[in-house]
């Protein structure tokens, strides 16, 4: 009996996610490359991002879903020819071989092709990136799309949930405030965080669609009012978080200061969770790992 089948490459937090929820609809394969993956229910595969257009044409999958990415920003800043090979060249390659292999293909951008001069972008609004990480990823867009016709590219915002290899800003200030830790957190930075849960029952839905959506969390809200709420869901003290601006830090890379993403076109199909509805989540999945 033929079977759907879908490979992830990347083995982050998204990735994760996915292939926790693909696998029971569809035969789930996920590549990594530093971090060893085993998901019961899924074959993994150890592949660098170089590797992986050849193993598209040797699988042949129904759907492909890019996840891999170099996202640390400021590296991103001073490192650029890995961040170019990585988020613009690593996407060129492997949407070519989808073409070739007639696989559907997902790909994974970022808030951050944006300027966040104005905040609460469409799909329509021009992308100004303000650092290397948003132009390396925006040329990944394009490169996509120049090679297949028929993808789906996806926009989400700050990306948080659990994830047993790496932090990201939920878990960072989970763990840091459980310690009984100070932290400093931007009141001048807006964005649209997305529940990693949310965004793979999202992928799941909008898998046969064609074009460019934004796929956040539909609340825009500054980094210290998330942080905020963080730490009144999972019952922390929120006397420890401190109100920095950005010009405070001495981060290489800028960041775009509202770069809140309007779902308007995506709640027409789904509706994505709001801030308050994912952490909620998070504590219910929290209790079930």
Not at 56 to 84: F, H, I, K, Q
Not at 206 to 223: N, Q, T, Y
Not at 268 to 276: G, K, L
């Amino acid at each position: 009996m033929w079977m759907t089948t879908m490979l992830i490459i990347g083995a982050g937090l998204l990735a994760l996610e996915l292939a926790r929820v693909a696998r029971d609809l569809m035969q789930t394969s996920i590549s990594y490359n530093t971090h060893s993956v085993h998901i019961e229910g899924c074959q993994s595969y150890c592949r660098e991002l170089s590797a992986c257009p050849g193993f598209v044409c040797a699988l042949r999958p129904d759907y492909v879903v890019l996840t891999a990415a170099m996202t640390n920003v400021d590296l991103c800043e001073s490192d650029r020819g890995s961040a170019w090979r990585i988020n613009a060249l690593g996407p060129r390659d492997v949407a070519a071989a989808c073409h070739g292999a007639g696989s559907k293909l997902i790909y994974i951008s970022t808030d951050y092709v944006f300027d966040g001069i104005e905040g609460n972008y469409s799909e329509k609004d021009t992308t100004v990136p303000v650092n290397f990480y948003g132009e390396s990823k925006l040329a990944g867009e394009r490169y996509v799309q120049e090679a297949c016709s028929d993808c789906l590219i996806l926009r989400p915002s700050v990306l948080y949930g659990w994830n047993p290899v790496r932090l990201n800003f939920a878990t960072w200030a989970i763990s840091e405030l459980q310690q009984g830790r100070i932290i400093n957190v931007v009141t001048d930075q807006y964005n649209s965080p997305t529940y990693s849960s949310d965004l793979a029952e999202i992928i799941l839905r909008l898998k046969d669609e064609v074009g460019l959506f934004h796929a956040s969390g539909r609340e825009r809200i500054s980094r210290y009012d998330f942080a905020i709420k963080i730490a009144e869901t999972f019952d922390l003290d929120r006397s420890l978080i401190k109100s920095v601006t950005t010009d405070a830090l001495a981060w290489k890379a800028r960041r775009p200061r509202d770069s809140s993403l309007n779902v308007s076109k995506l709640s027409r199909i789904v509706r994505p969770r709001n801030v308050s509805e994912g952490l909620k989540q998070m504590v219910l999945q929290k209790n079930t790992l």
